[in-house]
């Protein structure tokens, strides 16, 4: 079996994580509960801020915030002098709310509200990734109105469709996101920015895909905006100081998942970028980075606890835990792989396999599968590992199903974060029906 991070199995044949019992945890705080490894968070901020270090580059390392935002996280991602991506006003707001420091935030987003801008102009955050036209018109008079400065990126879509294993290039990308680098729409973007009062171009932005293994559709991202950006340097003599090359670096959920370290992923970025600043002679750029999931995926387990099971004969067997989609939606809404352990019993032998179902009344409510597993009872508490990324984050009260709690676990000690929701929370903002209202 995979273990992750700081964890073990315990001399009870307990899966154990930063330190402490996952089985005693449930029986403190609950199941489901998602449980996160902070070292391991610490540890993969650390290695990818060492790689540009050592590469004696200008970057910044922004987390990628929509794949787990609470305030504790910004919290240790500001104790390890991450900077931030924040995509609504949301978000914004928790990071504030964090004590996080405001000038490394970078707002994303392809339909920032008026009012979303406005805020983060308020907050005074660090830097905005400009996704269309419409947004630089906004910023145009919202900074005009202000007075007040804003530095930006553009984002750009560079024709790089990133998958797991591959990767492949088109003319031109249908995506909601950005501005197409080949039908002309980034120079047009860079025309309308890059000599405002009060607009700052730092540079360029793309985000080619999600849980990609393959180092060369980074590379090409690469070679690509740099490209564009020397060719500005030469038509117009403007320099952009920031290349931002976006998240997307895959990590192990199942062992169909062959991942390199994430600072792999960096390295060659950084060879590319200087290979082909020094072919141009372009000063080399500050890389920015946005890695979401490669720095909380794998820190976060989920536990839960089976109820229910049943024998389809012949066909399969069903272990019932007591989340499902709720907590966790990447299974049913795009087949996404898990792999899991029986928590209080992680050294049996793995004599079958279940489907784990989950308790929302949809019948693709499965969590695995084909979940490779001892013998499992009522009572057993079942840990699916790499829920980190885009699991609370993604979660919902489909079928009024409280969401559940979130600890963080660190030295042998667990602290709650997040509290679990109650039934009252659940109807909180829910107002009586009044007839007399709907007569009038
Ligand atoms: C613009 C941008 N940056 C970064 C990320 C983080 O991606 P990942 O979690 O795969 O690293 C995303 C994910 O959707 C994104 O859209």
Known sequence: MHLYGTQTIND????????????????????PLYVYDIQLFRDRARAFQETFEKAGIGYQVAYASKAFSTIAIYQVAAEE????????AGELYT??????????????GNNKSV????????????????????EIDLLKKLSERLEQPMNILLRVTPGIEAHTHDYITTGQEDSKFGFDLKNGQADRAFEQTFDNDYLNLLGLHCHIGSQIFDTGAFQLASEKLMQ???????????TCPVLNLG??????????????????YVEQMIETVKQTANASGYPI???????????IGDAGTTLYTIGSTKEVPGTRKYAAVDGGMSDNIRPALYGAKYSSVIANNANAG?????????????????????????????????????????????????NRIARPAVIFVENGVSQLVVKRETNDDLIKQDLPYSQKAAQE
Request: hydrophobic share 40%; proline share 4%; with cysteine.
């Open 95 to 108: 990071a504030v709310k964090a004590g996080f420091p405001v000038e490394k935030i970078h707002f994303h």
């Open 228 to 238: 564009k950006m020397a060719s500005w340097k030469e038509q117009f003599d403007y």
């Open 247 to 264: 998240g997307g670096f895959g990590i192990r959920y199942t062992e169909e998942d062959k991942p390199l370290e994430p600072a792999v």
């Open 350 to 398: 793995l004599t079958e396999q279940y489907t784990i179902a989950g308790k929302c009344c949809e019948s693709g409510d499965k969590l695995i599968e084909q979940a490779d597993l001892p013998v499992v009872a009522a009572g057993d508490i079942l840990g699916i590992f790499c829920t980190g990324a885009y699991g609370y984050s993604m979660a919902s009260n489909y």
């Open 12 to 31: 009870q044949g307990h899966l154990t994580i930063g330190g402490t019992d996952s089985v005693e945890l449930a029986e403190k705080y609950g199941t």
């Open 81 to 88: 002098k991450l900077s931030l991506d924040v995509v609504s």
């Open 285 to 295: 750029p500050e890389i920015w980075i946005e890695p979401g999931r490669s720095l």
């Open 115 to 134: 009012e979303e801008l406005q805020m983060a102009f308020e907050v005074g955050i660090g830097c905005i990734v400009v996704d269309n036209f419409y």
